[in-house]
């Protein structure tokens, strides 16, 4: 990946960005800012979303009469679910989750929507995702990697290049381990897991914050440091 690629990685909320024909769209949604990602290959038109964890605008705006695939949850928390039924009801795709987070994606209290004022019960999952499990989006392709911490089925996504972390790794800093299921050993295996598996160079999309690269991260993140 060549530095002008890194440069508009920084961009965010509607940005494009294209890695290799895949495009990336960021929209920050929610009360939490989260970030919601729709990667489309150029080619055929085939779309995922990861993450609608609030709509806006422009995200619905986006996916209405998009050829979209997948809906892929990285985890079961409320800032990262919340408009799952949403966009599966605009685009009729199918819901993509780890098996170990699926009893809190069901589970108001466990999930957060609880104490966010949220209602309703969540949609079915299609399929439960495992470590090593792939996703295609036309000709590209996105290994899911188990990186547990956050949740127990907290997971990245990992393209040519490219990873979409969730809740486990940001710009600077890492998701929370305090919450149900949270483990900080778990955590730091996780970060280990992913500093052993990405290239310096890989652009990383997280579920709140900035882009970063590994590079970035393993020069400037304390937690990063030691591992």
């Not at 960005?17 to 990336?24: F, K, P």
């Not at 990861?50 to 809906?71: K, T």
Request: charged letters at 20%.
């Amino acid at each position: 990946m060549n530095e002008d690629t890194r440069q508009l990685g920084a961009r965010r909320d509607g940005a494009a960005i294209v890695h290799e024909d895949l495009q990336v769209d960021a929209f920050v949604v929610g009360d939490l800012a989260t970030n919601c990602y729709v990667l489309t290959d150029l080619e055929s038109g085939e779309s995922v979303v990861i993450d609608p964890g609030g709509m806006s605008h422009e995200l619905r705006d986006a996916l209405q009469g998009s050829d979209v695939s997948w809906v892929i949850l990285t985890h079961g928390h409320a800032d990262h679910i919340g408009a799952t039924r949403e966009a599966v009801e605009l685009t009729g795709a199918k819901i993509a989750l780890h098996r170990d987070d699926v009893r809190l994606y069901g589970d108001p209290n466990m999930n957060l929507t609880a104490m966010t004022g949220q209602s309703g019960q969540m949609p079915d999952i299609d399929r439960q995702l495992d470590h090593g499990d792939e996703i295609t989006i036309g000709r590209h392709l996105l290994t899911v990697h188990h990186t547990p911490g956050h949740t127990p089925g907290s997971i990245s996504l990992v393209g040519d290049g490219v990873a979409f972390s969730g809740d486990t790794l940001f710009a600077g800093s890492i998701g929370r381990t305090d919450l149900p299921g949270g483990s900080y050993e778990n955590m730091l295996d996780s970060l280990r897991h992913l500093v052993q598996s990405l290239s310096p160079g890989d652009l990383i999309y997280p579920g709140h914050g900035p882009q970063t690269t590994m590079q970035n991260e393993r020069d400037i993140n304390p937690y990063l440091r030691d591992l």
